[in-house]
């Protein structure tokens, strides 16, 4: 079981979809990178806080039958790819909707919804998932 | 650097070896190696073991003491480090036996790999799996290891690159080849309707797109090749060994089409080897999931982009086909028992080489190319054997 200080030193990414930004060149990144792979040294304390667009589109996506033990009670479910309209691909599950509803391209947006938890009395991990944008 | 030679080769069987633990495998395939060798063992000064879980798997770490131990090189205190890189463990562990041999610092090495996967349940060996992507970030979202390919799969699908037929053809291809392959854990013939209908794993992706759950264990044996005539009349050339990493989550590629750690381990390996795609006689690919043997055929630049698919279809990938693919059953057929699976394709190709492929044999062998992913293509190792 995971410590609780794993999961809350990722919620501003898991939550909020917090990235990061690079000073030096621009590229947005999700999660957040304290190093720009590309511009490197040159980013050192450059890096800056991001907020990733709430919006975006299915980019892909699969239907998921055989599922981990902590998503079992879920299956099908549908996790897919969204490409937000700052142009940034995240990975989530997308619900509220008939996963066979689902089509590439179709508009999304991004919630705060609970993800797992670990087993009955362990921590409950809560992130962004993806519902349709009606 | 010195050129290297592959000089033995050794496998277990594939599949659920219910009645063998890792240590029975991981020595049975290197008691192979060291006897297809001619050796003793005494020669060896090192060893290199590509694994991928056995601390997850088996509870068991340090697995490089263990294997040393109960091969008996641990009598000789021949120093033995493991390798892990999720599913190119066993091609990497090939590159460092390759690097160590080649550098001087070593004079005979034995590479092997091992993975024992029945030691758990199904559920438990998919997160196992699922723990090579991104832990963080896709993983633990929802995504698992055959989604992240079935998102690939659809992608393909949606622009034109492939259709499901073709992409299902992948694994006609690599069952067709296993029913030749004595080790092979199916050695069973599939049809296009099967694999389409198999029951849904991730959509589109159903279960004969998958590779299976596996144990095993492969190793080789490597020599400089000046020395390789003293010790088998068949050595092979290790003409190249490459090695290229990417992201480790699949959404930061700037393309989820193609892998580009793919393209350029191959590019480096075809330049080492001073040879390019078309001098390839025969290829064998990461098919973990149908849509990777798509993605590898194309990287590799066996076929042009959105040609694959076509091929797989019309059966030039065959053995006997004019481009011969996972003529083993690659990881699909063959199986994939995770850390082994890099090593056994460098068997495979050993045996082309050198022309004891039995009813595998491919006509005229000259180049044979190995291509290894950990991953959605984090990490990639191509390999090229040459036959001298």
């Known amino acids: 079981m995971a410590s609780v200080a794993r999961e809350w030193r990722e919620i501003p990414g898991r939550y909020n979809t917090v990235g990061t930004k690079c000073g030096a060149c621009g590229k947005i990144y999700f999660p957040a990178r304290s190093l720009c792979p590309k511009c490197r040294r040159a980013s050192v304390g450059k890096m800056e806080r991001y907020d990733i667009s709430e919006e975006g589109e299915v980019y892909t996506f699969s239907v998921v039958h055989d599922a981990p033990d902590a998503n079992m009670r879920m299956k099908p479910y549908a996790v897919g790819m969204v490409k937000t309209t700052d142009g940034v691909l995240l990975t989530g599950q997308i619900v509220d909707i008939d996963p066979h509803r689902i089509e590439i391209g179709m508009p999304v947006r991004t919630v705060l919804r609970k993800i797992y938890e670990d087993g009955e009395s362990g921590v409950i991990h809560y992130g962004f998932k993806f519902v349709p944008k009606w | 650097m010195r050129e290297v030679a592959v000089i033995g080769v050794g496998m277990t069987k594939f599949g659920e070896l219910w009645d063998s633990s890792f240590r029975d495998i991981g020595l049975k395939a290197g008691m192979l190696a060291i006897e297809d060798a001619g050796l003793s063992g005494d020669e060896i000064d090192g060893m290199f073991i590509g694994n991928m879980a056995s601390g997850r798997f088996i509870d068991q770490h340090h697995i490089g003491a263990l294997i040393a131990d109960y091969s008996g090189m641990a009598s000789n205190h021949v120093p033995a480090t493991r390798v892990e ?139 400089p090749l000046e020395d390789a005539k003293k010790h088998t009349d068949k050595p092979v050339k290790v003409a190249a060994v490459s090695q290229a990493s990417d992201t480790l989550a699949l959404f930061q590629r700037n393309s989820i089409l193609s892998f580009a750690a793919t393209r350029v381990a191959a590019e480096r390996a075809y330049a080492r080897a001073g040879i390019s795609a078309k001098d390839v006689s025969v290829a064998e690919v990461h098919d973990n999931y149908t ?78 190319l190995a291509q290894n992913v950990g991953g959605t293509g984090s990490a990639v190792t191509v390999s090229i054997l040459e036959a001298i």
Not at chain 2, 131 to 139: F, H, L, P, V
Not at chain 2, 317 to 337: C, F, R, W
């Open chain 2, 85 to 223: 890189a999720g599913g190119a463990s066993g091609g990497m562990a090939f590159r460092q036996g390759v690097m160590a041999v080649a550098s001087g610092m070593h004079d005979m090495v034995i590479v092997g790999g091992a993975e024992k996967m029945t030691d758990v349940d199904d559920p438990s060996s998919n997160a196992i799996i699922d723990s090579t992507a991104d832990q963080q970030w896709e993983s633990s979202m929802g995504a698992t290891m055959a989604s992240l390919h079935a998102m690939i799969a659809k992608r393909c699908i949606h622009e034109g690159m492939a259709t499901r037929e073709e992409i299902a053809a992948v694994s006609v291809n690599s069952h067709a080849n296993a029913v030749d392959n004595p080790n092979a854990q199916f050695r069973r013939a599939t049809k296009i309707e099967s694999v389409i209908r198999s029951s849904a794993v991730a959509e589109p992706l159903g279960m004969f797109d998958c590779a299976p759950i596996s144990d095993g264990a492969a190793a080789v044996v490597l020599c």
């Open chain 2, 291 to 368: 849509i990777s043997g798509i993605l590898a055929a194309q990287d590799l630049g066996l076929f042009k982009k959105g040609e694959a698919g076509k091929a797989f279809l019309e059966g030039v990938t065959l053995t006997g086909g004019k481009m011969p693919i996972n003529t083993s059953g690659g990881l699909k057929a063959q199986g994939h028992p995770i850390g082994a699976t890099g090593v056994a394709q460098i068997v495979e190709l050993t045996h082309q080489m050198r022309g004891t492929a039995d009813k595998r044999q491919i006509a005229k062998p000259r180049y044979g």
